[in-house]
């Protein structure tokens, strides 16, 4: 079979408010595999650089200045094709969610937005572009391939969840310290990772705190007979 190569997902922002953009761009570069290419605030703009940047994907706002997002979404999925967007807005009305659905949105997030929510539609946006990527090189699909693409993967599936990791999460690296706390029954300090995978303290501490977020690790503080107190960490049990 060929291999190919994922580039980047080209992401365009359509938001008005330019430090609410600037906030989204930033949330969306924390996530291994995206790019943000361009910010348009209006209209205008967002057409001009729909034609010219031809993004994969497009967060847009519902409430846009010359337009409204609902009006726009149909305009992207008339003329750009390969184009998706995902609907973010601070609009509760069950009528917009309906129509956003209607019209292709791949999903529809509320304001304010938060990272974790964020993070989990743009993973799920790159399992579905990557395998869209796949078929297209296999050159053939079944009843199993349509199934992942329309139901996607399951957020229980752990092989998923680490195969995206935030900037500066090595996956290999992370699975050496995982195997190292899950066999030290006491739990073990950033300095006793360190030493175990061979890396710098404060990497071995980044890693753990990573772990921490995620909810496989758990940490506790230990008061030794002198000095400071130090954080232990520990595989959670599942």
Known sequence: MMEYQQRNIEVLIIEDDVKIAEINR????????????GIATDDIQAKEQLDILRPNLVLLDIYIPG????????????HFRDTDVIMITAAKEVEA???????????YIMKPLVFNRLQETL????????ELNRLHHTGS???SDVDRLILGTSKKDSRTEIAYLPKGIDKLTLVKIVQAISTAADGMTADQIAKEIG???????????HLVSSGEVFADLT?????????????RES
Do not use: C, M, W
């Open 26 to 37: 930033r949330f969306i570069e924390k996530v291994d595999g995206f790019h943000v290419v």
């Open 67 to 78: 337009s409204n997002g609902l009006e726009l979404l149909s305009y992207i999925r008339q």
């Open 97 to 107: 969610i309906r129509e956003a659905v209607r019209s292709g949105a791949f999903d």
């Open 123 to 130: 993973l799920r946006y790159l399992d579905f572009h990557s």
């Open 141 to 143: 699909i079944n009843q």
């Open 199 to 209: 890396v710098s303290r404060s990497t071995g501490r980044r890693y753990l705190e």
């Open 223 to 235: 008061y030794g007979v002198v000095g400071r107190p130090e954080r232990v960490y520990r595989k």
